[in-house]
């Protein structure tokens, strides 16, 4: 499937994210960004200063800023120190329990806020674009830690209301995971036709990639004890009529795809059909049979 960060995360987004996060002021020298963080030993060097803040008694805007950064650090690409990255992007989320709704909702505008501005600086982005750099790193998210996980749900929710709900005039009131029948009634009000004649693939697979991971994480896990405990609810499929509706949707939507296919995309096309039979249909159609891993299943995207 195509790579959901279809653009490459840049030292320069990370840098005026960085400018802007002034909670983090003691971290870093904002004057010294304009010509500093350019490689990877400059990135390693704020690596460090993080996991020197993490012993720190930090803020709810402080730890905020921390998720944001290290999520960034994390999508620079740089291969030789994933697992260094990965290691600091687990211990953020794991400073503190921020299970309480407010909590979750303020890190979620927060990271909605900062990744979009940080799209906003490609000279050519498109407008869901914060959205596929996101998708990239939610599945290390949602299994980084429980609080990881519900900003995740939030994140993908907001994810799929944006995408069916352009241009609304009521927005989302509180970034929370309600459950599946709500998104289900978002999606309904987009047309499958719409979506075909006036979306790009790229914007497809970032819808069809939110409700798989919604799917595979919050409906079809076993490992949400601690979430419903919280008082979270949502971690189950909809009545069997509502999950009729919605396979019969996505159906639609796959064969569409599969029949407009041409020579120059036929490739992306196909691999979308095979990502929705495998990532939503399969999910909806043998719940009973087995329980989808935390992160969801990508195997239609390699």
Known sequence: MMDANVKNFKY??????LTRLGSLN???NCE????QL???????LLCGELAKVLKRDLSLKEISSLYCTAIMLLLLGDPEILSERLDLLNECFNYSDMLKPTMVDY?????????KFAASLD??????DYMLYLLTAIPHIITASETGKMISLGLLRAFIFELTSPGMESPIIMHIYRNISELWQMI????????????????IYAFIKSFGLVLATAALNTNNTALKQAGYRGFELPQTETQIEISEWFKLLKNKLDEEQTKDIAKSKS????FIDFNILNLLTETGNEVASEAGNDAAAS
Do not use: P
């Open 12 to 17: 320069l987004q990370l840098r005026k994210v």
């Open 26 to 28: 003691g971290c870093y």
């Open 32 to 35: 010294e960004l304009s010509e």
């Open 38 to 44: 350019e490689t990877l030993e400059d990135s390693q």
């Open 107 to 115: 890190a979620t505008r927060e990271l909605l806020d900062n990744f």
């Open 123 to 128: 000279e050519d982005h498109e407008d869901y």
């Open 188 to 203: 309904k009000l987009v047309k499958v036709d719409t979506i075909l004649d006036e979306w790009s693939l790229h914007k």
């Open 271 to 274: 691999m979308l059909v095979r």
